[in-house]
Protein backbone atom coordinates (compact mmCIF):
# COMPACT_ATOMS: atom_id res chain seq x y z
CA UNK A 1 0.00 0.00 0.00
CA UNK A 2 1.42 2.88 -0.78
CA UNK A 3 1.92 5.89 1.74
CA UNK A 4 -0.78 8.35 1.59
CA UNK A 5 1.26 11.45 2.03
CA UNK A 6 3.76 10.14 -0.65
CA UNK A 7 0.65 9.75 -2.92
CA UNK A 8 -0.62 12.98 -2.61
CA UNK A 9 2.51 14.74 -3.35
CA UNK A 10 2.60 12.93 -6.53
CA UNK A 11 -0.96 14.11 -7.32
CA UNK A 12 -0.07 17.84 -6.84
CA UNK A 13 2.43 17.54 -8.97
CA UNK A 14 0.45 15.50 -11.65
CA UNK A 15 -2.09 18.68 -10.91
CA UNK A 16 0.12 21.31 -11.40
CA UNK A 17 2.19 20.36 -13.99
CA UNK A 18 0.09 17.54 -15.99
CA UNK A 19 -2.80 19.19 -18.32
CA UNK A 20 -4.55 15.19 -19.47
CA UNK A 21 -4.08 14.11 -15.68
CA UNK A 22 -5.16 16.89 -14.48
CA UNK A 23 -8.43 17.11 -16.59
CA UNK A 24 -8.66 13.65 -15.92
CA UNK A 25 -8.98 13.62 -11.92
CA UNK A 26 -10.90 17.27 -11.36
CA UNK A 27 -13.43 15.55 -14.10
CA UNK A 28 -14.34 12.48 -11.54
CA UNK A 29 -12.96 12.87 -8.62
CA UNK A 30 -15.25 14.76 -5.97
CA UNK A 31 -13.43 17.26 -3.24
CA UNK A 32 -14.53 15.31 -0.47
CA UNK A 33 -12.52 11.94 -1.38
CA UNK A 34 -9.22 14.18 0.04
CA UNK A 35 -8.18 14.13 3.83
CA UNK A 36 -5.90 16.91 3.51
CA UNK A 37 -7.33 20.64 3.31
CA UNK A 38 -4.38 21.36 1.07
CA UNK A 39 -4.63 19.16 -1.75
CA UNK A 40 -7.98 19.43 -1.56
CA UNK A 41 -7.72 23.61 -1.83
CA UNK A 42 -5.44 23.23 -4.79
CA UNK A 43 -7.84 20.70 -6.58
CA UNK A 44 -10.67 23.08 -6.37
CA UNK A 45 -8.54 26.13 -7.86
CA UNK A 46 -6.80 23.51 -10.76
CA UNK A 47 -10.37 22.33 -11.65
CA UNK A 48 -11.96 26.33 -11.67
CA UNK A 49 -9.13 27.40 -13.49
CA UNK A 50 -9.05 24.23 -16.25
CA UNK A 51 -13.18 25.44 -16.53
CA UNK A 52 -12.62 29.71 -17.34
CA UNK A 53 -9.18 29.27 -18.97
CA UNK A 54 -8.36 25.96 -20.42
CA UNK A 55 -5.00 25.98 -19.16
CA UNK A 56 -3.27 24.87 -15.47
CA UNK A 57 -2.75 27.78 -13.11
CA UNK A 58 0.96 28.47 -12.20
CA UNK A 59 1.78 27.91 -8.05
CA UNK A 60 1.83 31.65 -7.76
CA UNK A 61 -1.61 31.62 -9.05
CA UNK A 62 -2.85 29.30 -6.50
CA UNK A 63 -1.05 30.56 -3.66
CA UNK A 64 -2.04 33.99 -3.70
CA UNK A 65 -6.22 33.18 -4.19
CA UNK A 66 -5.68 31.01 -0.94
CA UNK A 67 -6.66 33.22 2.18
CA UNK A 68 -7.23 31.87 5.90
CA UNK A 69 -6.06 29.09 7.52
CA UNK A 70 -6.01 26.62 4.51
CA UNK A 71 -3.14 29.16 2.81
CA UNK A 72 -0.62 27.50 5.11
CA UNK A 73 -1.62 23.62 4.45
CA UNK A 74 -1.31 24.56 0.85
CA UNK A 75 2.40 26.06 1.32
CA UNK A 76 3.32 23.05 3.32
CA UNK A 77 1.72 20.93 0.76
CA UNK A 78 4.36 22.50 -1.59
CA UNK A 79 7.22 22.80 0.24
CA UNK A 80 7.14 18.83 0.13
CA UNK A 81 6.61 18.81 -3.62
CA UNK A 82 9.70 20.51 -4.19
CA UNK A 83 11.75 17.80 -1.82
CA UNK A 84 10.41 15.28 -3.16
CA UNK A 85 12.20 13.56 -6.26
CA UNK A 86 8.96 12.52 -7.88
CA UNK A 87 8.90 12.95 -11.68
CA UNK A 88 5.31 12.67 -13.19
CA UNK A 89 6.38 11.81 -16.96
CA UNK A 90 8.44 8.95 -15.98
CA UNK A 91 6.21 7.35 -13.94
CA UNK A 92 2.81 8.43 -15.46
CA UNK A 93 1.16 4.96 -15.68
CA UNK A 94 1.87 4.48 -11.77
CA UNK A 95 0.97 7.71 -11.28
CA UNK A 96 -2.57 6.86 -12.78
CA UNK A 97 -2.96 3.77 -11.44
CA UNK A 98 -2.34 4.44 -7.80
CA UNK A 99 -4.66 7.42 -8.21
CA UNK A 100 -7.60 5.03 -9.13
CA UNK A 101 -6.66 3.01 -6.58
CA UNK A 102 -7.22 5.82 -4.16
CA UNK A 103 -10.34 7.17 -5.92
CA UNK A 104 -12.13 3.74 -5.91
CA UNK A 105 -11.09 2.75 -2.31
CA UNK A 106 -12.69 6.95 -1.17
CA UNK A 107 -15.69 6.51 -2.97
CA UNK A 108 -16.82 3.46 -1.66
CA UNK A 109 -16.03 4.37 2.08
CA UNK A 110 -17.58 7.79 1.26
CA UNK A 111 -20.87 5.66 0.03
CA UNK A 112 -20.90 3.57 3.10
CA UNK A 113 -20.93 6.37 5.05
CA UNK A 114 -23.44 7.84 3.36
CA UNK A 115 -26.12 5.06 3.62
CA UNK A 116 -25.26 4.93 7.40
CA UNK A 117 -26.24 9.14 7.46
CA UNK A 118 -29.59 7.41 5.30
CA UNK A 119 -30.35 4.84 7.92
CA UNK A 120 -29.81 7.22 10.90
CA UNK A 121 -31.93 9.97 9.15
CA UNK A 122 -35.31 7.84 8.25
CA UNK A 123 -34.80 8.42 4.47
CA UNK A 124 -35.58 6.31 1.66
CA UNK A 125 -32.68 3.15 2.11
CA UNK A 126 -33.73 2.39 -1.75
CA UNK A 127 -31.48 5.26 -2.21
CA UNK A 128 -28.48 3.36 -0.60
CA UNK A 129 -27.86 0.59 -3.41
CA UNK A 130 -27.66 3.75 -6.02
CA UNK A 131 -25.48 5.67 -4.12
CA UNK A 132 -23.57 2.36 -3.78
CA UNK A 133 -23.40 1.76 -7.28
CA UNK A 134 -22.15 5.17 -8.55
CA UNK A 135 -19.62 5.04 -6.27
CA UNK A 136 -18.67 1.30 -7.69
CA UNK A 137 -18.96 2.78 -11.10
CA UNK A 138 -16.08 5.60 -10.12
CA UNK A 139 -13.14 5.04 -12.68
CA UNK A 140 -10.16 7.16 -13.66
CA UNK A 141 -9.77 5.44 -16.64
CA UNK A 142 -12.65 6.93 -18.64
CA UNK A 143 -13.81 5.36 -21.96
CA UNK A 144 -13.95 8.02 -24.35
CA UNK A 145 -15.82 6.18 -27.04
CA UNK A 146 -14.84 4.91 -30.34
CA UNK A 147 -12.23 7.42 -32.78
CA UNK A 148 -14.12 6.10 -35.81
CA UNK A 149 -11.67 7.07 -38.42
CA UNK A 150 -8.81 6.66 -35.68
CA UNK A 151 -9.63 2.88 -35.00
CA UNK A 152 -11.35 2.29 -38.08
CA UNK A 153 -8.39 -0.92 -38.37
CA UNK A 154 -8.82 -2.22 -34.93
CA UNK A 155 -12.60 -1.95 -35.54
CA UNK A 156 -12.83 -3.53 -38.25
CA UNK A 157 -10.51 -6.98 -37.48
CA UNK A 158 -13.11 -7.01 -34.44
CA UNK A 159 -16.00 -6.99 -36.04
CA UNK A 160 -14.67 -9.31 -38.98
CA UNK A 161 -12.96 -11.83 -36.55
CA UNK A 162 -15.56 -11.55 -33.39
CA UNK A 163 -17.59 -15.18 -34.18
CA UNK A 164 -18.99 -15.39 -30.29
CA UNK A 165 -20.14 -11.96 -29.54
CA UNK A 166 -23.69 -12.86 -30.51
CA UNK A 167 -25.90 -15.24 -28.80
CA UNK A 168 -27.34 -17.22 -31.75
CA UNK A 169 -30.99 -18.59 -31.66
CA UNK A 170 -29.93 -21.89 -33.80
CA UNK A 171 -33.58 -20.51 -35.64
CA UNK A 172 -31.52 -20.04 -38.98
CA UNK A 173 -34.18 -17.53 -40.05
CA UNK A 174 -34.06 -15.75 -37.35
CA UNK A 175 -30.31 -15.57 -36.65
CA UNK A 176 -29.78 -14.70 -41.02
CA UNK A 177 -31.91 -11.33 -40.33
CA UNK A 178 -30.30 -10.72 -36.68
CA UNK A 179 -26.66 -10.97 -38.50
CA UNK A 180 -25.70 -14.02 -36.06
CA UNK A 181 -27.80 -13.72 -33.11
CA UNK A 182 -28.57 -11.30 -30.05
CA UNK A 183 -25.86 -9.36 -29.37
CA UNK A 184 -24.81 -8.08 -25.74
CA UNK A 185 -26.43 -5.03 -24.50
CA UNK A 186 -29.44 -5.46 -26.15
CA UNK A 187 -33.38 -5.86 -25.59
CA UNK A 188 -35.28 -8.24 -27.62
CA UNK A 189 -38.80 -9.07 -27.96
CA UNK A 190 -41.24 -11.21 -29.46
CA UNK A 191 -44.87 -10.10 -29.33
CA UNK A 192 -48.15 -12.32 -29.23
CA UNK A 193 -51.69 -12.22 -28.49
CA UNK A 194 -52.89 -14.75 -25.13
CA UNK A 195 -51.69 -17.81 -26.22
CA UNK A 196 -49.65 -17.33 -29.39
CA UNK A 197 -46.68 -19.38 -28.27
CA UNK A 198 -44.76 -16.18 -26.35
CA UNK A 199 -43.08 -18.75 -23.46
CA UNK A 200 -43.08 -21.10 -25.78
CA UNK A 201 -40.72 -19.47 -28.72
CA UNK A 202 -38.34 -18.88 -25.41
CA UNK A 203 -38.86 -22.22 -24.56
CA UNK A 204 -37.55 -23.59 -28.12
CA UNK A 205 -35.21 -20.56 -28.58
CA UNK A 206 -33.23 -21.63 -25.16
CA UNK A 207 -33.44 -25.65 -25.70
CA UNK A 208 -31.19 -24.94 -28.85
CA UNK A 209 -29.32 -22.62 -27.31
CA UNK A 210 -28.46 -25.20 -24.40
CA UNK A 211 -28.15 -28.38 -26.84
CA UNK A 212 -25.50 -25.97 -28.84
CA UNK A 213 -23.32 -25.14 -25.21
CA UNK A 214 -25.33 -21.69 -24.31
CA UNK A 215 -25.30 -20.90 -20.55
CA UNK A 216 -29.34 -19.68 -19.94
CA UNK A 217 -30.86 -18.12 -17.11
CA UNK A 218 -34.69 -17.61 -17.24
CA UNK A 219 -36.63 -15.37 -14.77
CA UNK A 220 -40.47 -16.59 -15.38
CA UNK A 221 -43.01 -14.17 -13.47
CA UNK A 222 -45.81 -16.18 -14.49
CA UNK A 223 -45.62 -20.32 -14.53
CA UNK A 224 -43.87 -21.88 -12.05
CA UNK A 225 -40.19 -23.46 -12.13
CA UNK A 226 -41.37 -26.80 -12.19
CA UNK A 227 -44.40 -26.08 -14.58
CA UNK A 228 -41.24 -24.40 -17.14
CA UNK A 229 -38.91 -27.58 -16.39
CA UNK A 230 -41.98 -29.47 -17.60
CA UNK A 231 -42.02 -27.84 -21.14
CA UNK A 232 -37.94 -28.67 -21.68
CA UNK A 233 -38.69 -31.84 -20.63
CA UNK A 234 -40.63 -31.84 -23.61
CA UNK A 235 -39.18 -30.42 -25.65
CA UNK A 236 -35.69 -31.78 -25.05
CA UNK A 237 -37.51 -35.49 -25.20
CA UNK A 238 -39.67 -34.88 -28.38
CA UNK A 239 -42.67 -36.40 -26.33
CA UNK A 240 -46.28 -35.44 -25.25
CA UNK A 241 -46.15 -33.35 -22.54
CA UNK A 242 -49.99 -34.38 -20.94
CA UNK A 243 -48.68 -38.03 -21.28
CA UNK A 244 -44.78 -38.43 -20.30
CA UNK A 245 -45.54 -38.03 -16.97
CA UNK A 246 -48.84 -40.73 -16.63
CA UNK A 247 -48.04 -43.30 -19.37
CA UNK A 248 -46.41 -45.87 -17.94
CA UNK A 249 -44.58 -46.87 -21.48
CA UNK A 250 -43.94 -43.44 -22.26
CA UNK A 251 -42.47 -42.19 -18.62
CA UNK A 252 -40.07 -44.87 -19.04
CA UNK A 253 -38.43 -43.28 -22.66
CA UNK A 254 -38.74 -40.17 -21.58
CA UNK A 255 -36.53 -40.62 -18.18
CA UNK A 256 -34.42 -42.86 -20.26
CA UNK A 257 -34.05 -40.44 -23.21
CA UNK A 258 -33.64 -37.68 -20.61
CA UNK A 259 -30.68 -38.75 -18.57
CA UNK A 260 -28.87 -39.77 -22.16
CA UNK A 261 -29.67 -35.49 -22.96
CA UNK A 262 -28.28 -35.02 -19.72
CA UNK A 263 -25.16 -36.66 -19.75
CA UNK A 264 -23.97 -34.39 -23.64
CA UNK A 265 -20.68 -33.02 -22.53
CA UNK A 266 -21.58 -29.97 -25.04
CA UNK A 267 -24.72 -29.21 -22.90
CA UNK A 268 -24.89 -25.69 -21.80
CA UNK A 269 -26.15 -25.08 -18.38
CA UNK A 270 -30.47 -23.77 -17.50
CA UNK A 271 -31.03 -21.84 -14.59
CA UNK A 272 -34.88 -21.51 -14.06
CA UNK A 273 -36.06 -19.15 -10.97
CA UNK A 274 -39.76 -18.20 -10.32
CA UNK A 275 -40.79 -14.82 -9.01
CA UNK A 276 -43.89 -13.45 -7.99
CA UNK A 277 -46.11 -11.99 -10.66
CA UNK A 278 -46.46 -8.16 -10.33
CA UNK A 279 -43.45 -8.07 -7.59
CA UNK A 280 -40.41 -8.36 -9.29
CA UNK A 281 -37.90 -5.94 -10.39
CA UNK A 282 -34.49 -5.67 -12.56
CA UNK A 283 -32.54 -5.72 -8.92
CA UNK A 284 -33.83 -9.10 -8.30
CA UNK A 285 -32.71 -10.34 -11.22
CA UNK A 286 -29.61 -8.36 -10.26
CA UNK A 287 -29.08 -10.27 -7.35
CA UNK A 288 -29.75 -13.99 -8.92
CA UNK A 289 -27.50 -13.11 -11.97
CA UNK A 290 -24.40 -11.91 -9.15
CA UNK A 291 -24.61 -15.08 -7.27
CA UNK A 292 -24.60 -17.34 -10.04
CA UNK A 293 -21.77 -14.97 -11.33
CA UNK A 294 -20.07 -15.59 -7.93
CA UNK A 295 -20.22 -18.99 -8.07
CA UNK A 296 -18.89 -19.03 -11.59
CA UNK A 297 -22.20 -19.77 -13.57
CA UNK A 298 -23.01 -16.44 -15.17
CA UNK A 299 -25.30 -17.36 -18.00
CA UNK A 300 -24.59 -15.96 -21.42
CA UNK A 301 -28.33 -14.66 -22.39
CA UNK A 302 -31.10 -13.50 -19.90
CA UNK A 303 -34.69 -14.58 -20.33
CA UNK A 304 -37.68 -12.59 -19.19
CA UNK A 305 -41.10 -13.98 -19.43
CA UNK A 306 -42.34 -11.55 -19.18
CA UNK A 307 -41.94 -7.69 -19.25
CA UNK A 308 -45.28 -6.55 -18.61
CA UNK A 309 -45.50 -8.25 -15.36
CA UNK A 310 -42.33 -6.58 -14.22
CA UNK A 311 -42.42 -3.76 -11.63
CA UNK A 312 -40.35 -0.72 -11.97
CA UNK A 313 -37.65 0.03 -9.30
CA UNK A 314 -38.64 2.78 -6.89
CA UNK A 315 -41.97 4.02 -6.77
CA UNK A 316 -44.81 3.60 -9.04
CA UNK A 317 -45.20 6.58 -11.38
CA UNK A 318 -48.78 5.35 -12.01
CA UNK A 319 -48.28 6.69 -15.94
CA UNK A 320 -48.33 3.32 -18.22
CA UNK A 321 -45.95 4.41 -20.37
CA UNK A 322 -43.30 6.11 -18.01
CA UNK A 323 -43.28 2.95 -15.93
CA UNK A 324 -43.11 0.72 -18.95
CA UNK A 325 -40.43 2.70 -20.64
CA UNK A 326 -38.28 2.67 -16.92
CA UNK A 327 -38.84 -1.15 -16.85
CA UNK A 328 -38.02 -1.51 -20.67
CA UNK A 329 -34.66 0.42 -19.54
CA UNK A 330 -34.06 -0.79 -16.74
CA UNK A 331 -34.08 -4.56 -18.34
CA UNK A 332 -31.54 -3.54 -21.30
CA UNK A 333 -29.38 -2.17 -18.70
CA UNK A 334 -29.37 -4.98 -16.97
CA UNK A 335 -27.48 -6.66 -20.46
CA UNK A 336 -25.29 -3.49 -20.33
CA UNK A 337 -23.74 -4.62 -17.01
CA UNK A 338 -23.35 -8.15 -17.33
CA UNK A 339 -22.51 -7.79 -21.18
CA UNK A 340 -25.24 -10.56 -22.10
CA UNK A 341 -28.45 -10.12 -24.47
CA UNK A 342 -31.89 -9.90 -22.90
CA UNK A 343 -34.86 -11.83 -24.38
CA UNK A 344 -38.61 -11.11 -22.50
CA UNK A 345 -42.06 -11.28 -24.30
CA UNK A 346 -44.99 -9.10 -24.20
CA UNK A 347 -48.49 -9.08 -25.32
CA UNK A 348 -50.48 -7.60 -28.11
CA UNK A 349 -53.23 -4.97 -26.96
CA UNK A 350 -56.56 -5.03 -27.24
CA UNK A 351 -56.88 -3.21 -30.13
CA UNK A 352 -54.45 -5.14 -31.93
CA UNK A 353 -56.80 -8.56 -31.00
CA UNK A 354 -59.05 -6.83 -33.85
CA UNK A 355 -57.15 -6.33 -37.01
CA UNK A 356 -55.22 -8.56 -39.05
CA UNK A 357 -52.35 -9.59 -39.20
CA UNK A 358 -50.73 -7.62 -41.58
CA UNK A 359 -51.72 -4.70 -39.74
CA UNK A 360 -50.11 -5.26 -36.50
CA UNK A 361 -46.96 -2.98 -35.70
CA UNK A 362 -45.37 -1.58 -32.54
CA UNK A 363 -48.55 0.36 -31.82
CA UNK A 364 -50.10 -2.52 -30.81
CA UNK A 365 -47.70 -3.81 -27.96
CA UNK A 366 -49.84 -3.57 -24.92
CA UNK A 367 -49.09 -1.66 -21.65
CA UNK A 368 -46.74 0.92 -22.53
CA UNK A 369 -45.23 2.31 -26.08
CA UNK A 370 -42.18 3.32 -24.16
CA UNK A 371 -40.98 -0.41 -24.02
CA UNK A 372 -40.97 -1.02 -28.20
CA UNK A 373 -38.98 2.58 -28.05
CA UNK A 374 -36.20 0.59 -25.88
CA UNK A 375 -36.16 -2.59 -27.97
CA UNK A 376 -33.13 -3.20 -30.03
CA UNK A 377 -35.65 -5.80 -31.81
CA UNK A 378 -39.15 -6.89 -32.28
CA UNK A 379 -40.85 -9.95 -33.75
CA UNK A 380 -44.27 -10.19 -33.79
CA UNK A 381 -46.31 -13.55 -34.08
CA UNK A 382 -49.78 -14.21 -34.82
CA UNK A 383 -51.80 -16.10 -37.60
CA UNK A 384 -52.14 -14.92 -41.18
CA UNK A 385 -55.03 -16.65 -42.39
CA UNK A 386 -54.40 -15.82 -46.08
CA UNK A 387 -51.32 -17.11 -45.91
CA UNK A 388 -51.49 -20.50 -43.53
CA UNK A 389 -51.29 -23.69 -45.67
CA UNK A 390 -51.44 -25.94 -42.25
CA UNK A 391 -52.96 -25.80 -39.33
CA UNK A 392 -49.92 -25.64 -36.77
CA UNK A 393 -48.60 -22.21 -38.74
CA UNK A 394 -47.31 -19.05 -36.48
CA UNK A 395 -46.29 -16.36 -39.06
CA UNK A 396 -44.46 -13.82 -37.99
CA UNK A 397 -42.85 -10.64 -38.68
CA UNK A 398 -39.97 -8.43 -37.39
CA UNK A 399 -41.18 -4.62 -36.79
CA UNK A 400 -37.96 -3.37 -35.45
CA UNK A 401 -34.35 -4.99 -35.89
CA UNK A 402 -31.33 -3.04 -34.80
CA UNK A 403 -29.31 -5.62 -34.78
CA UNK A 404 -29.53 -6.48 -38.75
CA UNK A 405 -31.22 -3.29 -40.01
CA UNK A 406 -33.97 -5.28 -41.81
CA UNK A 407 -37.62 -4.63 -41.08
CA UNK A 408 -40.53 -6.30 -42.29
CA UNK A 409 -39.69 -9.52 -43.36
CA UNK A 410 -42.03 -12.48 -42.11
CA UNK A 411 -41.54 -15.89 -42.04
CA UNK A 412 -43.11 -19.13 -41.14
CA UNK A 413 -43.00 -21.18 -37.92
CA UNK A 414 -44.45 -24.69 -37.37
CA UNK A 415 -45.38 -26.04 -34.07
CA UNK A 416 -46.53 -29.60 -32.46
CA UNK A 417 -49.30 -29.29 -29.93
CA UNK A 418 -47.87 -32.08 -27.88
CA UNK A 419 -44.32 -31.48 -27.72
CA UNK A 420 -44.81 -27.75 -27.99
CA UNK A 421 -41.69 -27.81 -30.42
CA UNK A 422 -41.67 -25.38 -32.59
CA UNK A 423 -39.67 -25.59 -36.31
CA UNK A 424 -38.20 -23.13 -38.66
CA UNK A 425 -39.48 -22.73 -41.96
CA UNK A 426 -36.66 -24.76 -43.52
CA UNK A 427 -37.41 -27.32 -41.14
CA UNK A 428 -41.08 -27.94 -42.37
CA UNK A 429 -39.66 -31.88 -43.16
CA UNK A 430 -38.46 -32.68 -40.37
CA UNK A 431 -41.64 -31.41 -38.62
CA UNK A 432 -43.87 -33.26 -40.60
CA UNK A 433 -41.89 -36.37 -39.81
CA UNK A 434 -41.63 -35.95 -36.20
CA UNK A 435 -45.41 -36.22 -36.08
CA UNK A 436 -45.46 -40.18 -35.87
CA UNK A 437 -43.31 -39.99 -32.45
CA UNK A 438 -45.38 -36.98 -31.20
CA UNK A 439 -48.92 -38.44 -33.15
CA UNK A 440 -49.70 -34.61 -33.21
CA UNK A 441 -51.82 -33.90 -36.17
CA UNK A 442 -50.52 -31.92 -39.52
CA UNK A 443 -53.95 -31.08 -41.07
CA UNK A 444 -54.20 -28.52 -43.50
CA UNK A 445 -55.73 -25.03 -42.73
CA UNK A 446 -59.51 -25.37 -44.13
CA UNK A 447 -60.47 -21.79 -45.03
CA UNK A 448 -64.18 -20.52 -44.24
CA UNK A 449 -65.90 -19.94 -47.56
Not at 72 to 97: A, C
Not at 312 to 323: F, H, W
Not at 390 to 407: M, Q
Request: charged share 30%; aromatic share 10%; net charge negative.
Amino acid sequence: MVDENYLMVAVLKGLMEDKNYAVTVTTVFEEKYFDDPGITEVFNHVKRHLKEYDELPSKDIIINSVSGDTKDDVLTLFRESESTDFSVSKNYDWLLDETNKYLKDKAIKMAILEGIDIIDSGENVNTIRNIIEDALCKDIKTDIGLDYFGQLSERLKRILTATDTRIRTYYPSLDELFNGGFPPYTLNMFIAKVHGHKSNIMTNIIGRQVLNGVNVALASLEMSTDMYAQRFDANFTNLDINRIYINKRLKKQFITELRSIKDRKENGKLFIKEYPTGKATVNDFRIWLRELGMRDMLPQIFFCDYISLMKAEGRSTGDLYKDGKAISEELRALGFEFNIPVVTVAQINRAGTFIDFDSLDMNSIGESYGIPATADSMIIQGQDEDDMVYKNEIKWKCVKNRLGGRVGDTGKFYYDGRSLKIYDECELDQWIADAQRTNDERSLFEREI
